[in-house]
């Protein structure tokens, strides 16, 4: 791709995050449920279209269906980032009124991140052909892994390293508004808040998903723009997805079960590559009908032990300081 497509590609996602930073100030602390289903279709329908645009300023003609592909792998993976991010939230305490900012700043991180990620990816691939059995053989272990671990979510923030790291390099205090650094009230220190503390964490464990992810779009695509695009265009709208969820999310209790299919299934194709070349339109079939199935046996059969007339719990039910978390198994 020329650099001017970079570099518009760039811009149009900067400011696409500003815009979704600033668009919600009138919705109060949440979102509806209503109104988070609506922001949340309309940012996946801005990816799917972007396939159009895929179209038109590629030189290759499966560039569109390997952006499409990659979009939808990308965007589904996404949705178990949001497990995690409910586990983050709640565990700093983060208020209501912030957590938008908190994503979106932590997507934001994220999407540089995987930026780096994705070129160096994309060169060990130039480099060495076998890497590409080595992205394939990781997938597959880590669907053997996904599937094994079911939903458990816990995570154990004190002892990752990105939070080692940050308590060693600045010390962390208080809350003080929506600011991320603040200054000790005893010495006049700079310190940052657990705002900027949680912010940290978003970004690194969406790295920690996109060793994930990355490999498995370079499954569909070895095209850097495609792949970047993907990527960015599936962390877009993350935020009113979240909201839309979070109250939900013990009811897509197979979810996991569906991720780690797909995981599998290009981790295979990855290890095939050179044996067969699976078409486009396979793949895309592969990876829509596995969703549909997890999410739809999710909602048919409710987990055991779940009354499923029971009333999904809403934003407006939160307690307004923390996230309301899903139970866990």
């Known amino acids: ?10 811009v149009g996602i900067v400011a696409l995050l500003i815009f979704d930073l600033k668009a919600h100030r009138h919705e109060g602390a949440q979102p509806t449920l209503k109104a988070a289903a609506w922001w949340s279709a309309g940012w ?7 396939t159009a645009v895929i179209y038109v300023i590629s030189d290759r003609d499966a560039a569109a269906g390997e952006y499409l592909q990659g979009f939808l792998i990308e965007k589904s993976l996404s949705l178990d980032n949001l497990f995690v991010f409910a586990v983050l939230l709640a565990y700093f305490s983060v208020p209501v009124a912030s957590q938008r900012r908190v994503l979106i700043w932590g997507i934001f991180g994220a999407i540089i991140l995987r930026t780096i990620f994705i070129f160096l990816g994309a060169a060990a691939l130039d480099a060495f052909h076998a890497t590409i059995y080595i ?3 990781f997938l597959v272990l880590t669907a053997i892994r996904l599937a094994m671990q079911g939903e458990d979510h816990d995570v154990d923030v004190d002892n990752t390293l990105a939070m080692r790291t940050l308590r060693r390099v600045i010390a962390v205090g208080d809350y003080d508004g929506d600011k991320f650094f603040s200054k000790a009230k005893d010495t006049g220190k700079r310190i940052a808040t657990p705002l ?3 912010l940290v964490m978003v970004a690194a464990f969406d790295v920690l998903f996109a060793v994930d992810s990355v490999p498995a779009i370079f499954a569909i695509s070895r095209d ?4 970047f695009a993907a990527n960015a265009f599936s962390l877009l709208g993350m935020t009113s997805l979240y909201f839309l969820l979070k109250g939900m999310m013990d009811r897509f209790h197979y979810l996991n079960i569906g991720l780690a299919v797909i995981l599998g299934f290009v981790g295979v194709k990855m290890l095939l590559t050179d ?5 486009s339109w396979l793949s895309f079939v592969v990876i829509v009908a596995t969703l549909a199935v997890a999410v739809g046996a999710s909602l048919a059969r409710p987990r055991d032990g779940a009354d499923a007339s029971e009333e999904t719990p809403t934003p407006e039910s ?11 198994r």
Do not use: N
């Not at 791709?1 to 760039?10: D, F, G, S």
């Not at 996946?44 to 972007?50: D, I, M, N, Q």
């Not at 044996?275 to 078409?279: A, K, R």
């Open 196 to 198: 900027l503390a949680c």
């Open 318 to 328: 939160g307690s307004g300081d923390e996230v309301q978390l899903a139970e866990t």
């Open 1 to 10: 791709m020329p650099a001017l497509a970079w570099i518009l590609l760039a």
């Open 224 to 227: 850097t723009y495609v792949v």
């Open 44 to 50: 996946t329908v801005l990816g799917l279209l972007f």
């Open 275 to 279: 044996v067969w070349h699976m078409p």
């Open 135 to 137: 992205f394939g053989a």
